[in-house]
């Protein structure tokens, strides 16, 4: 595989389950990243990983958590979903953490929680 | 908060014609960059403009920066039906992360 790769493609989810999004690159970048996107907001930063080991807070974390054991994987845990969750779901990376770097994403995660 | 807002949320130009969208921003930057995201797809980088750049080029793309009024434009010259997608400014600085934008939605008709 090249580039970064998500699953599932798409999910429907009873609210109160818990989920994880799995989320994988073999780019050996630095720095991961999550962010949700719905209609009319574009793209907001839920939770963010420096490096292997670290992680961070974005705009939208509440109802979230991450967890960076190494550098290829970043998988996203809702512990127990809820209706406003529903979103399309990127993940990217970067070779650093600076802004000046460019991001790939991966091509996305439909999740709807009923 | 969204950092940038993009102007107009909506485009639709026949082939041929020129595609202009504009990103507004609310703090100072180091860079701004933009994306096209295709329907159903994860975005893809197009260009980087670095806060002391005033144009960029890149192929039928041309970005400007205007730090002073906070702005930024994206021209796609020549649009062909595969330029439809959605277009997002992304700004950077310092230590902030990526703050993206609304984003243009660009239909181009054959």
């Known amino acids: 595989i090249a580039g970064i790769t998500q699953a599932p493609t798409s999910q429907i989810l009873a609210a109160g389950r818990r989920m994880t999004l799995r989320c994988t690159q073999d780019?050996?970048?630095?720095?991961m990243y999550w962010y949700r996107q719905d209609l009319g907001l574009g793209l907001r930063l839920i939770h963010y990983?420096?490096?292997?080991?670290?992680?961070g807070k974005g705009e939208v974390p509440d109802g979230y958590s991450v967890s960076r054991a190494n550098t290829d994987d970043f998988p996203l845990t809702l512990a127990s979903a809820v209706p406003s969750q529903t979103s399309v779901y990127f993940c990217?990376?970067?070779?650093?953490?600076?802004?000046?770097?460019?991001?790939?994403f991966g091509p996305g995660t439909r999740l709807t929680v009923l | 908060s969204q950092q940038g807002e993009e102007d107009p949320q909506a485009l639709s130009i026949q082939e041929g014609e020129n595609a202009t969208m504009n990103c507004s921003y609310k703090?100072?930057?180091?860079?701004l960059q933009w994306y096209r995201q295709n329907s159903g797809r994860g975005l893809v980088h197009l260009i980087l403009?670095?806060?002391?750049?005033r144009e960029k080029h890149s192929g039928r793309l041309r970005v400007t920066l205007d730090t002073s009024k906070k702005s930024s434009s994206l021209l796609i010259t020549a649009s062909r039906a595969a330029d439809t997608a959605s277009y997002f400014c992304?700004?950077?600085?310092?230590?902030?992360?990526?703050?993206f934008g609304t984003g243009t939605r660009l239909l181009v008709s054959p």
């Open positions: 990217a990376s970067s070779r650093t953490s600076g802004s000046l770097d460019t991001q790939y």
């Open positions: 780019m050996r970048h630095n720095a």
């Open positions: 990983s420096n490096t292997a080991g670290t992680t």
């Open positions: 703090t100072s930057i180091n860079n």
């Open positions: 403009i670095r806060s002391n750049e």
């Open positions: 992304a700004t950077g600085g310092g230590f902030q992360k990526l703050v």
